[in-house]
């Protein structure tokens, strides 16, 4: 059963994402390069996790990585 749910739930992340893993997403607090994408529990919004950018989209020089989420 939790087998079928994962494959369930990346099926859905896979169909219906907007973004891609290598894009660029941008929210209120930084910006990111898309490295994975999850999806909450029953497919209720998509997490973005990915290397913080600077603005000239660089990586920034503390290597530091987050979250994003799609809501924001």
């Given at each position: 059963?939790?087998?079928?749910?994962?494959?369930?739930?990346?099926?859905?992340?896979?169909?219906?994402?907007?973004?891609?893993?290598?894009?660029?997403?941008?929210?209120?607090?930084?910006?990111?390069?898309?490295?994975?994408?999850?999806?909450?529990?029953?497919?209720?919004?998509?997490?973005?996790?990915?290397?913080?950018?600077?603005?000239?989209g660089?990586?920034?020089?503390?290597?530091?990585?987050?979250?994003?989420?799609?809501?924001?």
């Amino acid at each position: 059963f939790e087998a079928s749910k994962l494959a369930v739930h990346v099926e859905y992340v896979r169909l219906n994402s907007p973004y891609a893993v290598g894009d660029i997403f941008t929210d209120h607090i930084g910006t990111i390069r898309v490295e994975e994408i999850s999806v909450f529990p029953y497919g209720i919004g998509f997490i973005y996790y990915g290397s913080e950018l600077k603005k000239d989209g660089t990586p920034k020089k503390n290597g530091r990585k987050r979250r994003v989420f799609l809501s924001n």
